[in-house]
């Protein structure tokens, strides 16, 4: 592993460097055990501590298949997707392992008693399966986390639509947090070169997806002048719902938890800003009674903030909580886009609301190829930036999980794999200055 670091680091090698040197037989990675998934059983969700199910492995290097690459990570980021496998909600993630590994004698491999996680990285291209050739050894990139077979007429037009459409790192194994990771090699894009290792692993995940439920027209199609209502604006998903909404001309309006979060809002450029917290929005009267008043309290609210308008699109993923309070907000003829259900996925709303003001509930889940690649252009041309606020070693990961869990984090939380040290791996100095205030917006808040 060293030999694979110093070529990294030392601006003389060369692809073909990288495609003679040995690849080891084991690596380290971060890991579920089959053994533990019922570790947590009768445990309320809040008190599933992902530091006691996630391990740091020895594990054996995958055979390379044809269309795919290992890749020598330099840093990934935690997801809640990895939050959900640590914890074993809604479901194990083994279940997910065991059915990839019916399809084919290739994907056998991913059915294994341990599951190496994560859904981001940055780092460097060290082998390619046949059928790979846009890609070679020594190439700098970043991975998306959309993985699919494609086989079927189903996943031409959209690719979300693949029957066997799975998440990296979450329903496959070979997982970005870990030295090696195995990808298909349609995950590839370039890295940017402004951008840290650990940087330029943060947003993947959470901008490709912010970029289909919200800006793509497999999303809400968000326009310009558009007001926007972002639950969770300074989190992983909002942070960049945030970016996407000013830089297309829309009028993010952010709800936040603190006033840290809504300064970080406001140092984004957004004005229109609601601390959940601090006025004390009750939703829910009780576990089964939603209380309408305080719909219309948080719409007033919404109202005084936009000069008397209501919200085009709402960017929901909290779920439970906030979906009855989505829909009532909504303009007449306005999309609630949904991508996940954090506090809850059996939602309640006045269906009322809803056909009778002809709103549309649309479903959205992570990006196609075409869609992840725009949104990681973006970044590259640093229209968009990276929202890290902090960053663990592989060693620290369970706890990295367990803050994202507890929500004590902002924007992304970043982990470092091969990289030695934060701030390696930077290439455009010149365009990272321009930016320099922006990319450094998040860090150690
Ligand atoms: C990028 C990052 C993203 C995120 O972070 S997202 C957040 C994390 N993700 C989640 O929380 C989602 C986790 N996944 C799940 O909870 C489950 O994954 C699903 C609920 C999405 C699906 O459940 P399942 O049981 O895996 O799938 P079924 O489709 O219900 O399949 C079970 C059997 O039911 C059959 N079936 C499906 N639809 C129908 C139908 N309409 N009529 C009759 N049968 C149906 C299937 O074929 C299959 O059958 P057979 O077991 O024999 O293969
Ligand atoms: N389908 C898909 O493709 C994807 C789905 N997801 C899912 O989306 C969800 C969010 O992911 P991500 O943004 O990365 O997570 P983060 O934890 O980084 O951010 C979520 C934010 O939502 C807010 N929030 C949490 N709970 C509630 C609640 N009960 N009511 C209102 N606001 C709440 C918090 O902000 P604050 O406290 O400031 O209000 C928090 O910062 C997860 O469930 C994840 O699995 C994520 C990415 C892709």
């Not at 329903?171 to 990771?181: C, H, K, Q, S, V």
């Not at 840290?260 to 601390?275: H, P, S, V, Y």
């Not at 309070?325 to 909504?330: D, F, G, H, L, W």
């Not at 930036?385 to 990295?400: F, I, R």
């Amino acid at each position: 592993m060293k030999d694979i670091l110093d070529a990294i680091q030392s601006p003389d090698s060369t692809p073909a460097d990288f495609a003679a040197m040995p690849l080891p037989e084991s690596y380290r990675a971060i890991t579920v055990h089959k053994d533990e998934t019922e570790m947590f059983a009768g445990l309320e969700t809040r008190d599933k501590d992902p530091r006691k199910s996630i391990h740091l492995d020895d594990v054996a290097l995958p055979e390379l298949g044809p269309g795919e690459a290992l890749v020598a990570v330099m840093a990934s980021s935690v997801n809640y997707n990895s939050v959900w496998t640590s914890i074993f909600e809604p479901m194990s993630t083994f279940g997910f392992l065991e059915r990839y590994g019916r399809l084919s004698e290739l994907t056998k491999r991913h059915d294994l008693p341990y599951h190496i996680i994560g859904s981001d990285l940055a780092g460097v291209v060290l082998r390619t399966g046949p059928g790979v050739n846009s890609w070679k050894p020594g190439d700098e990139v970043v991975a998306h986390c959309l993985s699919v077979e494609l086989e079927s007429s189903d996943g031409h037009n959209d690719t979300m639509l693949d029957p066997e459409q799975r998440i990296w790192g979450f329903e496959t194994n070979f997982g970005g947090l870990a030295e090696i990771a195995l990808v298909k090699s349609n995950q590839l894009m370039p890295k940017p070169g402004h951008l840290s290792w650990e940087e330029a692993a943060a947003p993947g995940l959470v901008n490709s997806t912010a970029y289909r439920q919200l800006v793509s027209r497999n999303g809400a199609g968000m326009k310009q002048g558009d007001n926007v209502l972002i639950w969770g604006a300074s989190g992983g998903l909002g942070s960049y719902a945030t970016q996407f909404a000013l830089a297309g001309g829309a009028n993010p309006i952010c709800v936040v938890s603190s006033d840290q979060k809504a300064d970080i809002c406001r140092a984004m450029g957004a004005e229109a800003i609601i601390d959940r917290n601090a006025e004390g929005y009750k939703f829910w009267k009780d576990e089964n009674n939603q209380d309408p008043k305080e719909w219309k309290r948080f719409g007033k609210r919404i109202r005084e903030l936009t000069g008397g308008e209501d919200v085009d699109i709402v960017f929901e993923h909290p779920g439970r909580e906030t979906f009855g309070a989505s829909v009532y907000v909504t303009r007449k003829g306005g999309t609630i886009v949904t991508c996940a259900s954090t506090s809850g996925y059996n939602h309640e709303y006045d269906n009322r609301y809803l056909w009778m003001s002809l709103k549309r509930i649309i479903g959205s889940h992570f990006a196609n190829y075409r869609e992840a690649w725009e949104a990681n252009r973006l970044i590259a041309k640093g229209k968009i930036h990276p929202t890290l606020s902090k960053v663990y070693s592989l060693e620290e990961t369970g706890q990295a999980a367990y803050d994202v869990h507890r929500n004590l984090h902002q924007g992304k939380v970043g982990v470092l794999c091969l990289a030695p040290e934060e701030g390696l791996g930077v290439r455009d100095e010149e365009m990272r200055a321009k930016h320099i205030d922006a990319i450094n917006r998040f860090r150690n808040i």
